[in-house]
C-alpha cells in the first residue's frame, strides 16, 4: 500500500542526501550490512562490473564482499554534481562517483563512475530499488573510456581513437 501523506520534496531530497552520506561512510569502513541497509530486499543493481545484473539485497551483499578485499586499506567515497529529484514517493539521484585510494595510485582511483539511483518511500522509509553504475567506452575499440577529469564534457573523436590502447578521457 503507498503512503498517500502529504511530503516536502526539500526535506525528502536533505533526507536521500543524508542516506547519500551514510552509505559512502558504511562504504568507506568496508560495512556490508550497514552499505545496504537502505535497499529494498528486491534491489536490482546494474554495477559496472560483472555481473550485469544483480537482484535482491544478498546478492548486492555479495558483490561487495567479492569486491572490497581488493581495495587499499583507506579510501574515501567522493560524489559530484548530484541531482536528487523527488515526486510522491519516487526519487531519482543521479551524478558521478569516484574512490579516493590511499595509495592515491590504486586502480580503484582511475576514472570516476556515472551513477543512477532510484528510490522508492516504502512504509515511510527511503529504500533503493535500483541502482545503476557505469564507465563509458570507446565504441570503435571497446576500451574503457576513463572519466579522469569529470568537468571535461568535450565529444571525443572515436575514430581518432581507434587503435589506442586503455583509452582516458
Not at 548530484?82 to 562517483?97: I, L, R
Not at 527511503?126 to 571497446?142: A, D, Q, R
Not at 568535450?154 to 581507434?162: G, I, L, Q, R, V
Request: aromatic share 10%; hydrophobic share 35%.
Amino acid at each position: 500500500m503507498s503512503d498517500l501523506s502529504i511530503t516536502d520534496p526539500q526535506q525528502d531530497e536533505a533526507e536521500i542526501r543524508r542516506l547519500m552520506k551514510e552509505w559512502s561512510a558504511a562504504l568507506e569502513a568496508k560495512d556490508v550490512d550497514a552499505l545496504t541497509k537502505d535497499y529494498d530486499p528486491n534491489a536490482v543493481l546494474f554495477d559496472a562490473c560483472p555481473p550485469y545484473k544483480t537482484i535482491g539485497v544478498a546478492g548486492i551483499k555479495q558483490v561487495w564482499q567479492n569486491c572490497l578485499p581488493y581495495f587499499p586499506e583507506t579510501f574515501k567515497s567522493e560524489h559530484r554534481d548530484v541531482q536528487v529529484h523527488v515526486d510522491g514517493n519516487t526519487a531519482f539521484v543521479y551524478g558521478v562517483h569516484h574512490f579516493v585510494p590511499t595509495p592515491a595510485d590504486h586502480p580503484c582511483g582511475m576514472t570516476w563512475m556515472r551513477i543512477s539511483v532510484g528510490y522508492r518511500r516504502i512504509a515511510g522509509e527511503w529504500k533503493v530499488v535500483h541502482e545503476h553504475v557505469s564507465i563509458p567506452f570507446n565504441p570503435m575499440n571497446g576500451q574503457a573510456w576513463y572519466i579522469t577529469d569529470p568537468d571535461d564534457l568535450e565529444m571525443p573523436d572515436y575514430s581518432a581513437e581507434a587503435g589506442t590502447e586503455g583509452t582516458e578521457k
